[in-house]
């Protein structure tokens, strides 16, 4: 579900306010062994995304890849949020806030998709709790 979306269908819904990342389009990040360039295009992905899994934290709930590529308008298929997950972790390091990616999972899985799922379910909840509508 998209924020416009939740918008419409719910007037007086929570939503938050579009920000810049913390990110310099630009400049390399890790991204597992290697590193990537934020792009002009992987950084609009990135706020797009900061903006859904906000309101995905504020509701207490997860989301698929699917899910949120969709949420995204496709600006990254399911099998390729590799880059965007990290910058996106990335980005809410920067800011000190919780990892906004714990909330995105595989849906065969159930868990996020990296190898070690063990950081998730913290992470989760204390996205559950930054973001609770106040």
């Known amino acids: 579900m998209s924020s416009?979306?939740?918008a419409s269908a719910c007037p007086g819904a929570w939503r938050p306010a579009?920000?810049?990342?913390?990110?310099?389009?630009g400049e390399r990040y890790p991204v597992g062994e290697r590193s990537y360039t934020l792009t002009p295009r992987l950084a609009e992905a990135v706020m797009r995304s900061r903006q859904v899994l906000i309101e995905v934290a504020a509701h207490r709930e997860?989301?698929?890849y699917g899910g949120l590529s969709e949420a995204i308008g496709g600006a990254v298929l399911p099998r390729h949020?590799?880059?965007?997950?990290?910058?996106?972790?990335?980005?809410?390091?920067?800011?000190?806030?919780?990892?906004?990616?714990?909330?995105v999972i595989n849906q065969a899985k159930g868990e996020v998709g990296t190898a070690d799922d063990a950081?998730?379910?913290?992470?989760?909840?204390?996205?559950?709790?930054?973001?609770?509508?106040?």
């Open 62 to 64: 997860v989301i698929t």
């Open 18 to 25: 579009a920000q810049e990342l913390a990110l310099t389009v």
């Open 81 to 103: 949020m590799g880059p965007l997950m990290h910058m996106l972790g990335h980005d809410c390091a920067e800011r000190g806030e919780p990892s906004l990616p714990a909330l």
């Open 119 to 134: 950081w998730a379910p913290p992470e989760r909840s204390a996205c559950w709790d930054y973001w609770a509508p106040v």
């Open 4 to 6: 416009s979306a939740s």
